[in-house]
């Protein structure tokens, strides 16, 4: 996956991001997801950066491996949170089984990815049941999707930025629940079901992204 880019890029200055970030996506918080986490199963949390998420997603009865590109924030995190455990890993090629864990997670993942169609069909792959999937909703319209896209690319340094109807077409048939929430609805949750998705992800996620 994609090294994280833009004016946030150190651990500091990251953490600063998530604090502002969260005024904007009230609401996009552990606590929303766990209705949709199984019990007494093991979930596979993907882009874990910091590990701070992946902590908060863990219960007593669930087990949450974090697997995050960057060596310096799986560092970080195991010396943050020891008691939970990530591994270094590209999410276009997990190194896990077929349904080795219960369910999935990509929580402000998407939008960091230059082909996140490919990186769900993995994570679709690996999941026994659902994946999670909580990221920005754009904006509609010319003018403010302008706007929204370089204060974007300057403050995040992403690549994928939709709206709902392009979470629709990315995701497709596969959405089997989705909740919108946050500051004026920016953020929005989708529940995918496991499984590959379907050969032409690739095309649907390129439509997606005009």
């Known amino acids: 996956m994609e090294q994280r880019q833009g ?6 200055l990251y953490r600063l991001k ?13 606590q929303r997801f766990e209705p949709f986490l199984p019990r007494g199963g093991i979930v596979l949390d993907i882009g874990s950066g910091l590990g701070d998420r992946t902590s908060t997603l863990s219960s007593r009865d669930r087990l949450v491996i974090g697997v995050e590109p960057s060596p310096a ?7 943050k949170h020891p008691t939970f455990g990530y591994v270094v890993g ?5 190194p896990f089984r077929s349904r080795s864990f219960d369910a999935v997670t990509m929580i402000d993942v998407v939008h960091h990815l230059k082909r996140p169609a490919d990186v769900i069909s993995e994570a679709t792959r690996v999941a026994n049941q659902q994946v999670l999937i909580a990221d920005i909703c754009r904006l509609k319209g010319r003018v403010l999707k302008d706007l929204e896209s370089l204060w974007l690319r300057v403050t995040d340094g992403g690549f994928s930025y939709f709206d709902l109807e392009g979470w629709h077409s990315l995701l497709g048939p596969q959405i089997q629940h989705e909740e919108r ?9 989708f529940v995918v079901r496991a499984g590959v998705l379907q050969e032409d992800a690739s ?3 390129s439509h997606a992204s005009h």
């Open 90 to 94: 590209s999410g276009y090629s997990l």
């Open 181 to 189: 929430y946050g500051t004026m609805n920016r953020a929005a949750l």
């Open 7 to 12: 004016v946030f890029v150190r651990a500091s």
């Open 73 to 79: 924030e799986v560092k970080y995190a195991k010396s």
């Open 18 to 30: 998530k604090v502002i970030w969260a005024l904007l996506f009230r609401g996009h918080t552990a």
């Open 203 to 205: 095309h649907r996620m």
